[in-house]
T-cell receptor
Framework: DTAVSQTPKYLVTQMGNDKSIKCEQN?????MYWYKQDSKKFLKIMFS???????INETVPNRFSPKSPDKAHLNLHINSLELGDSAVYFC????????????FGEGSWLTVV | GNSVTQMEGPVTLSEEAFLTINCTYT??????LFWYVQYPGEGLQLLLK???ADDKGSNKGFEATYRKETTSFHLEKGSVQVSDSAVYFC??????????WGAGTKLIIKP
């Protein structure tokens, strides 16, 4: 009964391809996030959705497009993959409100070759 | 703006040593503060949190106290184990619910 699950866990793909990472949470949370962790372990927020509405959209290339079909899902689609997109991508969820814990998925290791 | 600064790693200690990982922050208002841990090859897990000044978060022998006067949230453990080897992240939640992260501190515990 994984709380935040994302698939695939590992993905190796060629430059120029289009790929998606799926995320689902079964915690009843109203807010979901995508984070990117680079090789130096630095975490950077990419997007945040609250009740399927985009509330945070950091400076991310247009090639990255989140899609939230419902409150329990937030998928990340990446077009025209580049070498620099190689990273670990974390999905997360929480209840909206300061002090509420953000729960993370296990991460998706993306390698672009 | 809001920011979190934590000590650079890696921090290498022997088993049963005392651990401190420093974390300081700048923020407007009264943010909530968190420590997350990432074990090798795994995702992020909440270790502990504190939501107001003078609160102490604790879990698995780790503690951190929310010090508003020094804007700090240092992580401590009295006796570390090899299994504590991981990357530790300090974070604050700002008023617009965004989580601001420190750069992470890698902890290596040697037997």
């Amino acid at each position: 009964d994984t709380a935040v699950s994302q698939t695939p866990k590992y993905l190796v793909t060629q430059m120029g391809n289009d790929k998606s990472i799926k995320c689902e949470q079964n915690l009843g949370h109203d807010t979901m996030y995508w984070y990117k962790q680079d090789s130096k372990k630095f975490l950077k927020i990419m997007f945040s959705y609250n009740n399927k509405e985009l509330i945070i959209n950091e400076t991310v290339p247009n090639r990255f497009s989140p899609k939230s079909p419902d409150k329990a899902h937030l998928n990340l689609h990446i077009n025209s993959l580049e070498l620099g997109d190689s990273a670990v991508y974390f999905c997360a969820s929480s209840l909206q409100g300061s002090g509420n814990t953000i729960y993370f998925g296990e991460g998706s290791w993306l390698t672009v070759v | 703006g809001n920011s979190v600064t934590q000590m650079e790693g890696p921090v290498t200690l022997s088993e049963e040593a005392f651990l401190t990982i420093n974390c300081t922050y700048t923020a407007t208002g009264y943010p909530s503060l968190f420590w997350y841990v990432q074990y090798p090859g795994e995702g992020l897990q909440l270790l502990l949190k504190a939501t107001k000044a003078d609160d102490k978060g604790s879990n698995k022998g780790f503690e951190a106290t929310y010090r508003k006067e020094t804007t700090s949230f240092h992580l401590e453990k009295g006796s570390v184990q090899v299994s504590d080897s991981a990357v530790y992240f300090c974070a604050l939640m700002s008023s617009n619910y965004q989580l601001i992260w420190g750069a992470g501190t890698k902890l290596i515990i040697k037997p």
